[in-house]
């Protein structure tokens, strides 16, 4: 970096907000794709227009340019490209309001999304999204990869949950989009534009969220299955129903044998699939609610289905799954975990063709996630070190990319693109799609400094 | 119109999918803006690749190109340029799919709002997106505007109810935005962007719309105030507890008067303001939801909190909303009617600040809406064969605009911007965001065809 440069950025964000020592910017080049790339230099915003001015600096030396919240992302967005600047937004991590009567939260995008939760709680209101990492991400990532959860099923995801932003574009221009209330339509919807772009078109730095009224209470149920067809059957009949669950997730054959080793499941023998199913409303009506539910859940393929009866069963039900991911990293030495998602109705179809590709490629698949919404994680085990199984897997991962294509469906639900599956996106965007919007990206980023490289392939 | 366009048009419609004469381009050049523009020419398209022709000759000839539902649009966004080619897509009205497990409908743009209503019910559901004019609106505007309606307040418009699109740009070209599923974050967000833009980024062939589960019951309930304050109030407590109501409509002052004139509104003396709330659920829920949000609607200046027993007493309640509309039509000569919205909290703020601007004035406003969502229609009751009333008009008009947006608001929450607001966006809207705009059009319209001058104010 010349030293013109780095004097700028050091002036920029002031004493004590720049690292270029590479011991110090080391940590700040990874995500959890376990990707690296040494920045070059780590600058600490603290407000809106620190992060214009290092912009600026950036786009005058055409120094490419990565923000990061705290590196929970599994696509390699927030990897920087090489000779690259992060702007890390762990400093700027104010919740500046919570308005409960206008039902919105003003943040800045450095805030931990549990944080944010904690402090809408204390008004009786949550913000959807709801990622696994919630304790430890922050909702300037959840707004890159536009992040959810179980909860998106019933309430959506933070494109259906932000009604506007502040940010800054690749020459450094600060701008303001979307509005205060829960409609609006003057201007082109900028907003949902920026949301998911991954840092590609513009660095968010301020965000004002369309907030939830907390439900009164919750019911969990766990059904268990013979196999996957079953279980999905009843998924397929429960998103049919009037009562819309605020989680529905499920773990196939594989994912259920994987926790039986590491604990005590309580599932019963013979259980080919497991669905776990919640519903909220208000305390009188969530009995109803689940019984509903229960009602379509049941089939002949049911084995057995368990109501938790207390906070201490309902921890037990969520055991089972929330047990997985840990699981999953201890018995395989590196997991390629995607998170495609295909129509409710064809994830039997879906599964089943993972099933044939497992036995075809020798690959121990394991598949769980966010059903009600068809969003299926996808987790190819191999072992990093057996080039052969490498290449088997890398085979493999394309034919499955491959099928959700021709499933009707979308490679990323809630993980995002950045470097990770950006070499696939062409499967399944449209070619003047994709054209527009590569030409949308060189109105906001003219010089490409913004995260180049995520996303979307080169043209 | 050079001959070879005209060809070039029949050619692209076939016999009997162009009008030229002007007697019959006539009724194809208004809206119901009341604004009216000869058209040169009407093509009836009756699919994607008939729409990409139209556009490519017209792209070729550089001729203005508008498209065109049902015409009931309140801006003048389907008013012809001079010159211009209207596109009709009232024969490309097909329902192509309901699919209720994977809760999505697949439409044509010429559907009628509430044929897709029909259609929908039949498999449990419905979409959203509910205009006053559902009856003779289509699919194709309501995306075109964003258009929502009551129960926005707890289903969202259709940006949250659209899962993707196919469209066709200024240059022709056929792309497919979105997916086919509720989650998906591949590619920057297309669809939202083509919503809302009023036909001038690009034509909609097709529109896959997620569904909703129909609810099992209703309750609706009428409360009177004493003034807007309380009414308001009651409207932020109403937003601040955990049921959120199907529709949170509200009358002022004003309106109820101008109802009284021509039918028994059934009121007691001394209303000032007047909330319809309704509340959707289980069967065995809506009495216990109705009773939470009657509580939130007490305060002081309740009047009177009237529950609907039956089918008859909920039209006889909704008949005062629904007798407002066509009241004031009789009432004045011309009613310049704007869809503004300022946050929740806001609005007693706002209906002062209106009263104000009446008396200041001297101009009769009328206001009512959807509350829950800040969503007030403002009505200036004008003649427009009294300059003098209509130059006070156009003042007061401004300085309602400089209001909503000092308030936090924005000057359209379902008409959209088309002609009649064009001109007062740059009020609200980021000077950047708003060069951003003008860019991302020339992209996708590089020729400046699709209906120009709509939307945004020229650069």
Redesign the interface.
């Known amino acids: 970096m010349p030293e013109a440069a780095r004097q700028a950025l050091a002036d920029a964000v002031g004493a004590g907000g720049l690292l270029t020592d590479p011991a110090d910017c080391w940590p700040y080049g990874y995500d959890n794709s376990r990707r690296q790339c040494l920045p070059q230099a780590v600058a600490f915003v603290t407000d809106a227009e620190q992060v214009a001015a290092v912009v600026r600096v950036c786009n005058a030396h055409r120094i490419p340019l990565t923000a990061r919240g705290l590196g929970t992302g599994t696509t390699g967005a927030t990897v920087p490209e090489p000779g690259g600047v992060v702007v890390s937004f762990e400093r700027m991590s104010r919740i500046l309001a919570i308005?409960?009567?206008?039902?919105l939260a003003v943040v800045e995008p450095g805030v931990v999304n549990d944080d944010l939760q904690r402090a809408a709680a204390e008004?009786?209101f949550f913000w959807p999204p709801d990622p696994t990492s919630a304790a430890v991400c922050t909702i300037g990532g959840n707004l890159a990869?536009?992040a959810?959860g179980p909860k998106?099923?019933k309430y959506?995801?933070p494109?259906?949950n932000t009604l506007g932003l502040e940010a800054v574009?690749g020459t450094g221009?600060?701008?303001?989009?979307g509005?205060?209330?829960?409609?609006?339509?003057?201007?082109?919807?900028?907003t949902?534009?920026i949301?998911?772009?991954e840092g590609t078109?513009a660095l968010v730095t301020r965000a004002t969220l369309k907030l939830t009224?907390?439900?009164?209470a919750k019911r969990t149920l766990r059904a268990t299955y013979r196999d996957i067809h079953s279980a999905a059957a009843a998924v397929?009949?429960i998103?049919?129903?009037?009562?819309?669950p605020c989680a529905l997730e499920f773990m196939d054959a594989a994912a259920i044998d994987m926790v039986r080793r590491f604990s005590d499941l309580g599932v019963p023998d013979g259980t080919g699939a497991l669905l776990m199913i919640e519903v909220d409303?208000?305390a009188?009506?969530v009995d109803?609610?689940a019984e509903?539910v229960g009602a379509a859940a049941r089939n002949d393929g049911l084995i057995e289905l368990a109501v938790a009866a207390d906070k201490d069963e309902i921890a037990a039900l969520w055991r089972t799954r929330k047990a997985l991911s840990p699981a999953l990293r201890h018995v395989a030495p590196k997991k390629i975990n995607e998170d495609v998602?295909?129509?409710?109705?064809r994830i039997a179809t879906f599964i089943d063709g993972l099933e044939h590709l497992s036995r075809e490629h020798a690959i121990t698949i394991v598949n769980f996630g966010?059903a009600?919404?068809?969003?299926i994680h996808v987790n190819l085990l191999v072992n990093p070190d057996d080039p052969d199984e490498m290449a088997r897997a890398a085979v493999c991962l394309s034919a499955v990319f491959d099928l959700v294509v021709e499933l009707?469906?979308?490679?990323?639900?809630?993980?995002?693109?950045g470097l990770e599956?950006r070499d696939f996106?062409d499967r399944?965007?449209?070619p003047?799609?994709?054209d527009?919007?590569r030409?949308?990206?060189r109105?906001?980023d003219p010089n490409g400094i913004l995260n180049p490289g995520k996303?979307?392939p080169p043209a």
């Open positions: 308005d409960p009567a206008n039902r008004h009786g990869y536009n959810a998106a099923v959506g995801t494109r259906e574009t221009e600060r701008l303001r989009t509005v205060m209330t829960s409609k609006g339509v003057v201007g082109y919807d900028l949902r534009l949301i998911g772009s078109l009224p907390l439900p009164e397929a009949a998103m049919a129903q009037p009562i819309t409303g208000p009188d009506c109803a609610a509903d998602v295909v129509p409710v109705a966010h009600g919404n068809g969003n009707g469906g979308t490679l990323s639900g809630e993980h995002g693109v599956k996106v399944e965007l449209d003047v799609a994709m527009l919007m030409a949308i990206k109105q906001f996303g979307l």
